[in-house]
């Protein structure tokens, strides 16, 4: 969760300079504090001390006074152990000021260390369990060398984890990773090496990569990068990748804020990723073909996801099941052989989701990652990979890369039975359409709404069938982006307590479709205006109920997807409004690589 950055052999010697800005790319995955640590580089004295800087609060505008110097490492934490404090901020030094840890995930057993480092003499000026790991390196390299000491240190952390260590005395980064994401990039012209929990870090340098499997570690120096087995100790061959990921990706290309920027990119992602991956999602398609049990498993977005993805598989006559991975485990029991656990995560990372599809592979069953960043552990996991590619996703609040894997599962279910060619064509008349309602008419629409909203403290929103995932993701872009409760409710749900909710003039959103419950939903929108709710209807179509109408394009089961995008549009503008910040919403970070 937390973002880790650094860089060896940086050209200008600015490297304090060249990781702040890294740490700026990888805000939304912490954004509490801030810090890095530097070997200055004007200095003669071998074991001069690190200098490091850390600060509490957002990076966006943060400038740092640390001297010059060619290598660097840095973090831009999310808070688990201790509070948001400087002190807390990583980077962590050891007692003698030589080396700098930076650290994403919990040390589950750092307790047990840190009475024992205690006792020994050293000496602690944080409360998390990050310092604890400096500590311990400092201890072992009393006798041993700085590699094997990083290594044999990070093999007695319990959890999930990943580190960076800077030791100034040899100028020497050496980085661990065991379930949370670390990636090396390499720009082979200029010679400079880097480390990112993710590549947008340092993209503008490089698009050449590796990304770190568990139990792998990098030693990287002025030299270069090497790869070692954890476990062995054992140094292996590092085969770099280069990613089709442009820096533009990762740059806000004149939109105020990427959430929007994002929002507005699904005019071209959708169609993408629908295209891109007809081969595999047909091998996919042959396997359920074969009676394979179907189980959906996601977290958050995901979930909601892969609900969707329940509803589009029974319109192909194929039961499946549907599960928040953080539930699935007593439910694993029932995966076998013919098992097919189709797992969501736009990061491939989230702890919950691994954590379950580990469970169901012990148990025999086969993986599909339904996954938008690369090289993620879940890939590692699956036996097939369908990777959406809606590029890299930096608002905390996922967009492009949901309805990318909204669209996949669409496909999936249509392939199934040999309905691919229909499926595209659905698909590229659904973004015909995005690409004319996604306009300036539309958002003016939209603030608007927003303006009415501004204020209020609830929002409901009801949908039925596709239009009840679909609720369910509308609410979350409310809450996520704006901090408005907004509450999703099945819309036959209303009769059983809901209703009793409703107040005059309470915000009601009713999200329909033309299809087989149109006079059902309807029937539901009537009973909350007559409880005195505004009901504000997001369907391809006029109605008596709705007290207004945000129109969307009648896609048949597509059509929700629309309904969707006016929850993220209605987020955002709210979020501005409010003085939310729509990219980094507080607390939550992008890739929750703790469980």
């Known amino acids: 969760m937390c973002g880790i950055f650094a860089i060896v052999n940086d050209l200008k010697g600015d490297a304090a300079n060249t990781v702040l800005d890294g740490l700026k790319k990888l805000e939304y995955r912490g954004y509490d504090s801030w810090g890095i640590a530097i070997k200055p580089e004007n200095t003669s004295r071998k074991r001069e001390k690190l200098a490091v800087e850390k600060h509490i609060g957002k990076i966006g505008d943060a400038k740092t006074t640390l001297p010059s110097g060619k290598i660097a490492i840095g973090h831009t934490r999310w808070a688990t152990h201790g509070g948001v404090t400087d002190d807390n901020a990583h980077p962590h030094l050891d007692c003698l000021g030589r080396l700098a840890v930076i650290h994403n995930g919990i040390v589950e057993n750092y307790l047990n260390f840190k009475e024992r480092l205690v006792k020994s003499g050293h000496r602690f000026s944080s409360e998390t369990d990050t310092e604890v790991v400096a500590h311990i390196i400092e201890e072992k390299l009393k006798t041993i060398d700085l590699t094997t000491a990083v290594f044999d240190s990070f093999n007695e952390l319990t959890g999930s984890n990943a580190i960076g260590v800077l030791d100034g005395e040899s100028e020497t980064i050496v980085a661990c990773r065991n379930g949370s994401p670390l990636v090396v990039g390499v720009d082979e012209n200029h010679h400079r090496f880097f480390l990112g929990s993710d590549v947008p870090a340092f993209l503008r340098y490089t698009n050449k990569v590796y990304f770190l499997e568990d139990n792998e570690g990098v030693v990287i120096d002025k030299q270069g990068v090497r790869l070692y087995d954890l476990k062995t100790k054992r140094e292996k061959p590092l085969r770099l990748r280069r990613l089709d990921w442009n820096l533009e990706d990762a740059e806000k290309s004149g939109f105020p804020h990427f959430l929007i920027k994002e929002i507005h990119e699904q005019k071209q992602t959708i169609e993408k990723a629908a295209m891109t991956n007809q081969r595999i999602i047909g091998d996919v398609a042959k396997i359920i073909r074969e009676n394979y049990k179907v ?19 029974a319109k192909a006559g194929i039961e499946t099941q549907t599960y928040g991975a953080y539930e699935y485990l007593p439910f694993s029991t029932f995966a076998d052989d013919k098992t097919l656990v189709i797992a969501i995560s736009q990061s491939g990372e989230t702890a919950d989701t691994l954590i379950a599809l580990k469970q169901a592979k012990k148990n025999r069953a086969k993986i599909c990652a339904v996954v938008n960043a690369r090289g993620s552990t879940m890939e590692r996991l699956a036996d097939f990979i369908i990777p959406v590619g809606a590029g890299p996703e930096i608002a905390v609040v996922s967009t492009k890369a949901f309805t990318a894997q909204l669209i996949s599962l669409y496909m999936l279910s249509m392939a199934v039975n040999n309905k691919v060619n229909q ?29 009415s909203l501004m204020d209020m403290e609830h929002i409901y929103v009801i949908g039925k069938h596709l239009n009840f995932p679909g609720a369910l993701e509308f609410a979350l872009k409310l809450k996520e982006s704006s901090y408005i409760h907004a509450e999703p409710f099945a819309a036959g749900e209303l009769k059983h307590g809901v209703i009793t909710l409703i107040q005059k003039d309470t915000p009601c959103f009713v999200l329909a479709s033309i299809d087989e419950v149109k006079g059902e939903i309807l029937s539901s929108a009537a009973e909350l205006k007559a409880r005195g709710g505004r009901i504000i209807g997001v369907a391809p179509f006029e109605s008596d109920e709705f007290d207004c109408l945000i129109k969307t394009p009648d896609a048949g089961d597509l059509t929700f997807i629309y309904n969707i995008i006016v929850g993220q549009l209605l987020g955002y503008y709210l979020g501005v409004g409010r003085g939310a910040d729509p990219d980094k919403p507080r607390n939550l970070a992008k890739s929750v690589t703790v469980k």
């Open 295 to 313: 189980v959906f498993i996601g977290c958050g977005s995901a979930s909601y996801c892969a609900l969707a993805g329940k509803y589009f598989f």
């Open 423 to 451: 499926a595209m064509t659905d698909v590229k008349r659904f973004s015909n359409h995005l690409r004319k309602w996604l306009s300036v008419s539309l958002i003016d629409s939209i603030i608007e709404k927003s303006k």
